[in-house]
């Protein structure tokens, strides 16, 4: 049988040069298919803590807005994390990274009985693609995903 020939235990045997650059190449390729996924991980990351800091702002200014005496006006500027936003969003914290641009709130009544309400805010992560901004008037709706230009890799 010629098929036993190649179960045999070989004595002396050692891998040729393009058994060893075999090897090395797939170890190399492997890396790197490693190393991109962990950035695209970690960019992922980025966008889903904006994302998360989006929706607590945007819940606790619609809780604060549904409130009894809950304040008409108020502007909030350049606020980046960690930090908690003042009052009357004092219940926000904003983790390490996040941005809150800038966020409006006024709500103005006209003598003829007519309302008028804007909000408007941005949020974005300090090393993250996105910004998150949400834009409501008189009931229009606008909430916007939008790309940041010169990110740098």
């Known amino acids: ?3 036993s020939k190649f179960f045999k ?47 607590k702002i945007k819940q606790a200014v619609y809780e604060e807005m549904s409130s009894p005496g809950a304040a008409q006006r108020y502007l909030m500027k350049n ?14 914290f ?3 990274g996040q941005e809150l641009n800038y966020l409006i709130r006024v709500h103005q009544r006209s003598k003829k009985g007519r309302s008028r309400e804007q909000l408007r805010f941005e949020v974005t992560h300090a090393q993250g693609k996105y910004i998150y901004r949400y834009t409501e008037v008189n009931g229009l709706l606008l909430e916007q995903l939008i790309e940041k230009e010169n990110v740098d890799d």
């Open 9 to 55: 235990k070989r004595v002396g045997y050692s891998f040729s040069l393009f058994e060893a650059i075999l090897a090395i190449s797939l170890c190399l390729v492997t890396a790197w298919l490693l190393l991109v996924n962990l950035k695209h991980s970690r960019e992922r990351g980025y966008e889903q803590s904006a994302r998360s800091a989006y929706d």
């Open 1 to 3: 049988m010629e098929f």
């Open 79 to 92: 606020f980046i994390g960690p930090a908690t936003l003042p009052s009357p969003l004092n219940e926000v």
């Open 94 to 96: 904003l983790d390490k």
